[in-house]
């Protein structure tokens, strides 16, 4: 019947057939655009969840060190180091200094291991004061050197206003957090140096 229907319109059988080849390829070709659209699509979503996936990674693996300095009584304060990151780190240092301070204060020698997740105390004592002096009010700031993966990090300085009278401590209170993660010392000429003489100094003055 179709062919009759054919016929009677005038359209060779013989044209349809050479027609087919050009409908199969073109309908390829549609096919092949569509899945290839789909190729994109499924590689871009893949691109952006291994970047999403190593991202998470780096941040869960990084070392990053949170610190804080809290006021027990008027005459007593401590340093909390929290460990935010899942890595374990070796701490080396700590440091403490008026922001005015181009030199620190305060360069206390460490070799205590802190486990990702948990936190490192200890009392500061007289060395807040020894920053301070016995009448302050103004700005300190921490910092802390540490070992992690077998390099070197510092954090950047914790800042907290500070209010001393009669050596008395009677505010402190942070400012913010860190503006910068930690760097790393190895490949920094600079910082190595800088490091190099804190600790001298440090030994120094510990000997």
């Known amino acids: 019947m179709h062919l009759q229907w054919l016929t009677q319109h005038g359209i060779p059988f013989t044209l349809i057939v050479e027609y087919i080849p050009l409908l199969a390829t073109v309908t390829t070709t549609i096919l ?25 990674f780096e941040r869960q693996w990084s070392p990053e060190l ?38 620190p ?14 936190t490192w105390t200890d009392e500061l004592g007289q060395h807040l004061f020894a920053c301070t002096g016995d009448d302050y009010e103004g700005q300190i700031a921490a910092s802390v050197t540490f070992y992690a993966s077998g390099r070197m990090y510092r ?5 907290f206003q500070i209010q001393v009278r009669h050596g008395e401590v009677h505010q402190l209170n942070p400012v913010n957090i860190a503006a910068r993660r930690v760097q790393t010392l190895d490949d920094d000429e600079n910082l190595q140096q800088e490091l190099s003489e804190d600790v001298v100094k440090a ?5």
Request: no cysteine; proline share 1%.
């Open 203 to 207: 030994k120094a003055a510990h000997a």
């Open 32 to 56: 092949s655009i569509v899945l290839a659209r789909a190729t994109l699509r499924y590689a871009e979503a893949s691109d952006k969840s291994l970047a999403l996936a190593r991202e998470e």
């Open 155 to 159: 954090t950047d300085w914790f800042r």
């Open 66 to 103: 949170h610190i804080k300095l809290e006021r027990i009584s008027s005459r007593q304060t401590k340093i909390v180091v929290t460990n935010l990151g899942k890595i374990s780190v070796l701490l080396q240092m700590v440091q403490l200094r008026q922001l005015s301070m181009a030199v």
């Open 105 to 118: 204060s305060l360069r206390s020698l460490l070799n205590e291991p802190l486990v990702g997740g948990y």
